[in-house]
């Protein structure tokens, strides 16, 4: 298994084999927090207007972000504190961010695309060992898509050095990322559309046991199914 790094929309336009499309904090964290409370369906739209609409074709929960703020009729931000106690099942949910969502569109040279976080990365590990792939791309997205973004380029390393064998320090990690820029907006008590517990939430490292594995759904929006790992010594006879 080679295991390659790329960076924002244009890394997404790049990935081959499996494509990890990581969004820390904070897109692919809330994802699997909703999918978690029950949605029955998932849904990933790259527009704004697009999201609206598939939302109200299915009578669905309408998520989202741009510039981090919630768009206007929405009923949650992009917030896992917004909708860790929020009860969304037999629902559809239609989620739509700057960065996240793009980049899941942008893998089309991909044989297969997965969403990416902390929130379920030993999960993320065993599927892709038990599924080997030739090439692996780890899509670090960045801050909208077109810049870097420490706690997306970490998380990246952070899977490749356990799908490689190396060691990792997540305690050191976490708080390395808690100094960063991009996580200052969840210690600012002006910014309301990021609480403090987004941080928290957004490093619950291991939180989840399943993989978000993207199918095409309509022109501009991608279906999030929730996908078990099978374990890697599954058949095994000899432990």
Known sequence: MIVNI??????ARRARGVA????????FSVACYAVDNGAQDYLAA??????????????????????CIMPKGYDYGNSPTEIEHADFSGRTVVHTTSAGTQGLLACTGADEVLTGSF?????????????????VTLVAMGTAGVMRAQEDM?????LKNALEDYPNSFETLKSFLAQVDS???FFDPEKTYAPERDFEL??????FDFVLRASPYVDGAV???????VPSDAGRTDL
């Open 20 to 27: 990890v499309v990581i969004d820390v904090f904070r897109a």
């Open 119 to 135: 929130v379920n990365a030993g999960a993320l590990v065993e599927y892709l060992r038990v599924r080997n792939p030739e090439v």
């Open 154 to 158: 970490m998380c990246a390393m952070y």
């Open 223 to 229: 279906r999030l199914e929730r996908v078990l790992p």
């Open 202 to 207: 957004c490093m619950a490292l291991d939180r």
């Open 183 to 185: 996580a200052q907006k």
């Open 46 to 67: 790259a527009d704004v207007d697009l999201a609206r609409r598939l939302a109200g074709e299915h009578g669905g929960i309408l998520m989202g972000e741009r510039d």
């Open 6 to 11: 790329a960076e924002c929309l244009d890394g």
